[in-house]
């Protein structure tokens, strides 16, 4: 006699199969594998550090060398304090370290998180990681070489005759990495705005209606987030409203891949 009960696909099996074991680990377990991974992000990034750290002060004569080229001839960098020698470009090297480290350390995130996701996730999650690293270089690539050369000039062309320029190595490392985070988390936006679609917070229709308060919201941002100029707040609102546009065209890509 056969039986009634319906057979279910080997695949949805295997899913259930991960799910319950997922749920039955304990929560010992689930912090023995994060501690795994937290210890491979500390040596990658002990190992890129100390690697660097020999070109530590090369690496801060490049972060310094926009600055250095809008300076006075009588003029140069100084250090008003007894080891800003040597934490400026300490510091620095970290930052490298870090930014270079960023692909693995995603990458032992999405490790971690990986059980726990369908296959439709799984699908999806991971492009939008790659594409989040990617943008974010470009973000902080953009900051280097196009919005601090002009900021930098226009701080200089502002400063009078009377005045020689002496920025102390602490502060300008201080600008620089707030300049590469603030661009590098805004060159996110397209991966936020694909997320707030995907999870069905918005819609591309009412993002679309509501795009002039956005345009509006990104200077107002990037007014708060740049230093106080006109450029420095035009260079970045710009950007967030084209990287704006971009996760709105992707999203309604997505929304018609749904709906058909």
């Not at 550090?49 to 001839?73: I, K």
């Not at 936006?189 to 069905?200: A, F, M, Q, V």
């Not at 409203?241 to 709906?259: A, Q, Y």
């Amino acid at each position: 006699m056969n039986s009634s009960t319906p057979q279910l696909p080997q695949s949805t099996l295997l899913d259930t199969d991960e799910d319950v074991k997922l749920e039955e680990m304990p929560i010992t377990k689930h912090l023995m594998i994060l501690r795994q991974h937290l210890f491979k992000v500390v040596g990658i990034l002990l190992i890129l550090f100390f690697c660097l750290l020999p070109f530590a002060n090369r690496t801060y004569q490049l972060l310094s060398e926009p600055l250095r080229a809008q300076l006075p001839v009588n003029s140069s960098m100084i250090a008003t304090d007894v080891t800003a020698t040597f934490m400026a470009p300490f510091k620095l090297n970290f930052f490298v370290a870090l930014m270079l480290a960023m692909p693995f350390i995603i990458y032992q995130i999405w490790a971690f998180a990986k059980p726990a996701l369908y296959e439709k996730e799984k699908a999806l999650a991971f492009p939008l990681l790659i594409s989040s690293i990617v943008l974010f270089y470009a973000g902080i690539a953009f900051a280097y070489f196009i919005a601090l050369p002009s900021i930098l000039h226009f701080f200089m062309s502002v400063s009078p005759e009377t005045v020689a320029p002496m920025t102390d190595i602490n502060s300008y490392l201080a600008f620089c990495l707030k300049l590469f985070l603030v661009f590098g988390l805004t060159f996110e936006i397209p991966i936020i705005t694909l997320l707030l679609i995907l999870i069905g917070i918005v819609s591309t229709q009412s993002l679309i209606e509501k795009r002039r308060f956005i345009v509006v919201g990104c200077f107002f941002v990037a007014m708060f987030v740049t230093p106080p100029d006109a450029i420095s707040m035009i260079m970045l609102a710009v950007p967030m409203w084209l990287l704006f546009e971009l996760g709105l065209f992707f999203g309604k890509i997505i929304e018609k891949r749904k709906n058909t």
